[in-house]
């Protein structure tokens, strides 16, 4: 059996591959590409093609493809053969340079807001050198940027990678005027922790609405949640530790730094962390993550569910996206250092986030915004719907030294001293760890906690790094002209962190208290995505996005028109589900329950038993049923006038008229699951799906 070291990256054409099979030449050129950005020509790619086929089919591919990130929320791939005809009638396994670098699918079928018509299907791929090419499932894969034929972008990986480039540059203004001359470059790094659900499949395959929408739409819940708390970091189960096993051992073949599992909240819910990597790795690496989770529970049996509230009455699933700024030479600009008081660089790069997070709430939270995530945020289970920023005692007292032109003091470690001899003294650390918090300072990292679990990490990404390229922008144009750099740079943070300090809260944001403050502090609450999508294209963030070409104007206005269109169809499938569930499925089978009870009423009350609580339980069913039945009728109704509605309007209907019809219809059938003998029900219960892997 092979150990980690030797399966780690052995499905990845990486770079002690590329040192292997590429002459020196060629290796040193593609390394320019990966480091610098500089364009490689089609001889070159041609050598590096053949070298990557030849890798692939030692590896057992027969086929390859461009895998791209369109706005579907997934990944997409279209696989070609590697064989090509001879004059002989045989074959020969052949992959070209311009293979490698462009392909074409088609690009009508896929969300484009107005970019792409039905009839105008022509769209691009083109290679990402940055993301390395790997082997999976017989198939090579090609990590790859998507446009449509007029150079517009259709895909998420293409305005991520701008958005890295912005960040880049302006980073490396600030640290040029702090004498840093090393640095050529600046990227984002991401550890995105994946939380997710496991049900047994055949449990999974008789709830049509997890199959549909990915949650419950209808259930009572358990006796038993997740009340005890004796689930979190529990011992794992041996069903679970085997998909867990296996999950590893296939990312770690990815070259996937998969790090750290354990059992979440919930019952049947787990978390996987990986390791950091820049922000464009990290993203296509979570991205695979999440389809080899898929496969691998499928193989064990089982189900992953990854949407962010699949369950009513318990926790859903995030994704933490801890987020921080390193340059090429491994300096880590969000890391205080040991006295962050002194350290003037270090407060620069905060003060800018602080700026860019309060500026930018609007974007932010724009960015995790989907009909799934609605059900978390604000739920007192995730983050609220309010953007604020957790810094810690000692940051924010730092801060306050600033603000009043204070001499700060920098604090000392404490030492944990536990009362027992034969444990060790450690070090507390100087932040505590705030839950409620959507934006936590977390040591040398900001976590950004609102995102979900099915979420691309590249939105949410692609604003953090505008946002604060924006901010580094503003300082280094300032500073840039300054007589007296340290004097500016002091005025300059202390003139920002005050003008910004509303952003900054380090309480309880599940209370009510906090939204009753926030309002006051002039902070946004956008409870939901139909209030939040029309921030997007507002005018300063077109703006923003324009300036530093992350996006067009047009880029901005279709991509918010396709998350507008998905969030509607999200809640209309939904709904259809509900209506379809709730008629062909509940009501039937409450009538036959409330059938086999009059008959066993009426034999009792032959032999002269008392009834009256069979009435009562008869009456109280057949009430509920009727009013479950007329809710129905009702959410259909509205479900038809929105979708006949334009989608900003239809989007408000949704959220405020079809999503509570939803609920009552659920309110009715979850009390009759309560009433109804389990033999009766029609479908699987919380208790079955949440307790049924061993």
């Known amino acids: 059996m092979k150990s980690v070291p030797e399966i780690f990256g052995e499905n990845v054409f990486n770079e002690s591959v590329m040192q292997e099979k590429l002459p020196k030449d060629v290796y040193k050129s593609l390394k320019k590409t990966i480091e610098n950005g500089e364009p490689l020509d089609l001889d070159l790619a041609n050598v590096v093609a053949h070298a990557m086929k030849e890798w692939a089919l030692e590896k057992g591919a027969t086929h390859f493809t461009h895998w791209f990130q369109p706005m579907t929320g997934v990944t997409a791939e279209k696989h070609d053969s590697f064989i090509n005809p001879t004059k002989e009638g045989k074959i020969i396994m052949s992959f070209s340079g311009k ?119 209808f259930g009572a819940r358990a006796p038993k949640g997740q009340e005890l708390e004796d689930h979190y970091f529990g011992s794992i189960k041996t069903r679970v530790s085997d998909f867990m096993k296996e999950l590893d051992e296939e990312l770690w073949k990815l070259g996937i730094l998969a790090k750290t599992k354990h059992n979440e909240v919930a019952p049947a819910q787990h978390e996987l962390a990986p390791i950091f990597s820049t922000t464009n790795v990290a993203t296509d690496h979570n991205q695979l993550t999440m389809e080899v989770m898929k496969k691998v529970a499928q193989k064990h049996g089982m189900v992953c569910l990854l949407h962010e509230k699949p369950f009513e009455g318990i926790n859903g699933s995030g994704k933490h996206n801890n987020w921080s700024m390193s340059t090429n030479t491994g300096v880590n600009l969000l890391d205080p250092g040991k006295t962050p008081a002194d350290n003037a660089q270090f407060m620069l790069f905060l003060t800018a986030v602080v700026k860019a997070v309060d500026e930018y709430q609007d974007l932010l939270r724009v960015s ?73 300072f977390t040591g040398n990292k900001f976590e950004f906690r609102m995102l979900g679990s099915t979420f691309s990490i590249a939105g949410p ?85 324009a300036k530093h070409g992350v996006f067009s104007a047009r880029e901005v206005v279709s991509r918010t028109e396709i998350m507008q269109e998905n969030y509607n169809k999200v809640i209309a499938i939904e709904a259809k589900t509900t209506a379809d569930m709730a008629t062909k499925r509940i009501y039937p089978a409450v009538n036959r329950y409330i059938a086999d009870l009059c008959e066993t009423a009426s034999r009792k009350a032959a032999y002269g038993a008392d009834v009256e609580t069979d009435r009562e339980l008869i009456a109280d069913l057949a009430a509920k049923n009727a009013n479950m039945y007329r809710a129905v009728r009702e ?32 309110a009715f059938a979850d009390g009759m699951e ?17 307790f049924s892997v061993e």
């Open 674 to 690: 309560e009433l109804v003998a389990k033999e009766f029900w029609p479908m699987p219960d919380y208790v079955d799906i949440l």
């Open 368 to 440: 995790v915004a989907s009909a799934g995530n609605d059900h978390r945020l604000g739920a007192n289970e995730a983050p609220p719907a309010i953007i604020s920023m957790f810094l810690g005692e000692e940051l924010e007292s730092i801060v306050e030294s600033v603000i009043h032109d204070e001499k700060a003091k920098n604090a000392q470690k404490t030492k944990m001293r536990l009362g027992v001899d034969v444990l060790p003294e450690f070090s507390k650390d100087a932040t505590d760890r705030n839950r409620t918090s959507p934006f936590a």
């Open 99 to 217: 293979e490698l670098v462009v392909g074409e699918p088609d690009a009508s079928s896929f969300p484009s807001g107005g970019i792409r018509a039905t009839f105008e299907a022509r769209g691009y791929t083109a290679w990402d050198p940055t993301s390395y090419a790997f082997v999976r499932d017989g198939s090579l894969y090609i990590p790859t940027a998507f446009c449509s034929y007029t150079g517009e972008v259709l895909d998420k990986k293409t305005p991520l990678l701008r958005s890295m480039d912005a960040l880049s540059r302006q980073a490396l203004r600030i640290l040029r005027l702090f004498g840093n001359t090393d640095a050529k470059r600046v990227a984002s790094t991401v550890g995105p922790e994946q939380e997710y659900f496991l049900i047994d499949k055949e449990v999974y395959e008789k709830r049509e609405d997890l199959k549909l929408t990915g949650r419950t739409l």
């Open 461 to 545: 990404n692609i604003v953090l790094n505008t946002i604060v390229a924006e901010e580094l922008e503003r300082f280094a144009d300032e500073l840039e002209g300054a007589s007296d750099f340290n004097g500016a740079l002091q005025a300059l943070v202390s003139r920002e962190l005050k003008a910004h300090q509303r952003i900054i809260f380090n309480g309880n944001g599940y209370s009510a208290e906090w939204e009753r403050e926030a309002e006051r502090r002039g902070l946004l609450n956008l409870k939901n995505t139909a209030e939040a999508l029309p921030y997007f294209k507002a005018e300063k963030n077109i703006a923003l996005f």
């Open 635 to 666: 959410l259909v109704a509205l479900t038809k006038r929105a979708e006949g509605e334009e989608a900003e309007k239809a989007s408000k209907m949704f959220a405020y008229e079809v999503v509570p019809a939803m609920n009552r219809v659920r």
